[in-house]
């Protein structure tokens, strides 16, 4: 049976959302990569576009992994060993060594009890978080939270919930002291690096704050944050917001295997009883593949590379190029937010102009976001870029000569 006239009403809903200018779109696809070599980094080629060779700024592969031979190697062969999926759910017959393995690594590498893995970051947030909001809850989020965060709360049925403002510690202890008798458990929610500004949570501030109400509530303040673009990016080693603010392990802390490792998955660590909660009760580990073997084996591999001298000079170098490319951006005159993390912004404060520059950068082989209003506030209008640690000084600079062009165009 045709639905035409279902058709015809979402037709209207996709045209309303471009005349707002908030539908994302048709995408790029990337039909061949070249590359890095003499004194450049990976080129992107697109389909439509020719042999024209872009500079990648939009990628969350902060260490420049999802392209290491060895990180290629490793999910090959298990593919060759174990099979090109699971085949299965993880309770019945879709776990392998390299699941396993993974989720001990992770955990050690957090200093945490135990881990799982999920297929994605959005799904291990949801599928940690909705089980552990129960009625008798109160939960706190920043105002300016991943969607994933959002759509996890908007899921659950807690006792009562509260936004705080973005990084606002004040409101926060605050909001602490108002939720006394209205719950037994709290819980405080955060991005450890906040996706559009590359800014951070200061973790180790909300760990104090936490522990200072704790006393208040029969089960606990309790603290989780997600961490996806501070691990592998952020933090002398890597370890992300928490090893970066200097603040103890948080109760509950949410990574990804898709960014800095270059791989694809998402993971949670905590307490053993936690997981173990969460292995019984989160839907979307459950009832949903895993990653597959050779994923598993791929970010083993990229989280050996990054605890060994070869990620430690990953980590340098990705911390130099950002600096680079913020102090270019200054010098030029361009307003950005300050940070040591590689997602670097320019604020343009104009939806017309974000849009122009954004489409100048592609005309001139660079890839950026625009964020422009509605979606996000009239005058936080801003471009987005991401350094990746397989960027060379030569590529940043063109980068920044590319933005000094497109400004100056009439």
């Known amino acids: 049976m045709p639905i035409d006239r279902l058709n015809g009403v979402l037709n209207g809903l996709v045209a309303r959302m471009e005349e707002q200018g908030t539908a994302k779109g048709a995408e790029v696809v990337v039909r061949e990569v070249v590359p890095a070599g003499d004194g450049h980094g990976p080129r992107f080629l697109l389909e439509g576009q020719g042999d024209k060779r872009f500079i990648r700024m939009n990628a969350n592969s902060y260490l420049g992994l999802s392209l290491h031979p060895e990180v290629i190697e490793a999910e090959e062969a298990t593919a060759r060993a174990l099979g090109a999926g699971p085949g299965a759910v993880r309770f019945i017959a879709g776990t392998y060594a390299p699941h396993a393995a993974l989720e001990r690594e992770l955990a050690a590498f957090h200093g945490r009890d135990e881990g799982m893995i999920f297929s994605s970051a959005y799904a291990a ?14 939960v706190l989020s920043d105002e300016l939270n991943h ?14 919930k509260a936004i705080y403002p973005h990084l606002d510690m004040t409101a926060l202890d605050r909001k602490l002291d108002e939720a006394k008798g209205r719950a037994r458990r709290v819980l405080v929610v955060t991005d450890g690096v906040f996706s559009m500004r590359g800014d951070h949570a200061p973790v180790d501030e909300i760990m104090a704050i936490a522990a200072r109400h704790d006393p208040d509530y029969p089960e606990n303040v309790v603290v989780a944050v997600d961490d996806s673009h501070g691990v592998g990016a952020f933090g002398a080693t890597g370890r992300g917001t928490e090893e970066y603010t200097g603040s103890p392990p948080s109760d509950l802390l949410v990574g990804t295997l898709g960014k800095a490792f270059g791989v694809n998955g998402g993971y949670v660590v905590s307490a053993a009883p936690a997981i173990r909660f969460l292995r019984e009760s989160s839907p979307l580990y459950i009832y949903s593949n895993p990653i597959t073997a050779g994923e598993a084996a791929a970010a083993r591999r990229s989280l050996g590379i990054l605890q060994s001298p070869e990620g430690a000079a990953r980590l340098r170098h990705l911390r130099a190029l950002t600096k680079r ?3 270019g951006l200054v010098a030029a005159g361009f307003e950005t937010i300050p940070s040591d993390h590689p997602i670097t912004p320019i ?18 082989g660079v890839l950026a976001t625009g964020l422009a209003y509605p979606v996000v506030p009239r005058g936080d209008e801003s471009i987005r870029f991401q350094v990746n640690a397989d960027h060379t000084e030569a590529g940043i600079d063109r980068v920044l000569a590319a933005l ?3 400004r100056a165009a009439p």
Request: glycine residues 2%.
């Open 125 to 138: 947030v949801v599928s940690a978080l909705v089980p552990l909001i129960d009625k008798t809850t109160f």
């Open 147 to 160: 969607n994933c965060i959002i759509n996890a709360i908007r899921l659950s049925r807690p006792a009562g």
């Open 325 to 327: 490319f913020e102090s």
């Open 347 to 364: 604020m343009v404060r104009d939806t017309d102009e974000t849009r122009r520059l954004v489409a100048a950068l592609f005309d001139a």
């Open 404 to 406: 000094a062009a497109a």
